[in-house]
């Protein structure tokens, strides 16, 4: 698993790869948690997740939407996964996170290069943020 970020002029481009397509998923989370985390630590807090979307890769902006959209309105920066599950365009999860002061840099993502796909035995994201 991995990810890696590519600088554009207020957009950050964010790619993923992992084994599976639920490690796309998780591998978002630790990304966004790295890019809003503060370096602080609150209350504990649990949220559930239920998403919608026409195809992965919409899936897979929602997703990061919605944990911008928690950072931005309850100030969580998300920890961890605790439970996800992916079913023909459907995210249902419950993610671990912790009350700090994020950093709201992140406005949303773009559908500009999004794209989710199966490569070489594992899964490949290219998502773009605007920032």
């Known amino acids: 698993m991995s990810h890696r970020w590519a600088e554009h002029t207020a957009e950050l481009e964010l790619h993923l790869e992992a084994a599976s397509e639920e ?7 630790e990304a966004l948690a790295e890019l809003l985390g503060d370096g602080t630590e609150g209350e504990k807090v649990t949220f559930d997740v239920d998403l919608e979307a026409a195809d992965d890769a919409a899936l897979l902006a929602a997703w990061i939407d919605e944990l911008v959209f928690r950072a931005e309105t309850e100030d969580l920066v998300p920890d961890r996964i605790e439970r996800l599950s992916l079913a023909r365009g459907r995210l249902v999860a419950r993610v ?36």
Request: hydrophobic share 45%.
């Open 23 to 29: 490690q796309v998923f998780v591998e978002a989370l």
């Open 96 to 131: 671990c996170a912790h009350r700090a002061a994020p950093r709201h840099v992140v406005k949303g993502t773009t559908y500009h290069r999004l794209a989710l796909t199966r490569e070489d035995g594992g899964f490949r994201a290219c998502v773009v943020l605007d920032v």
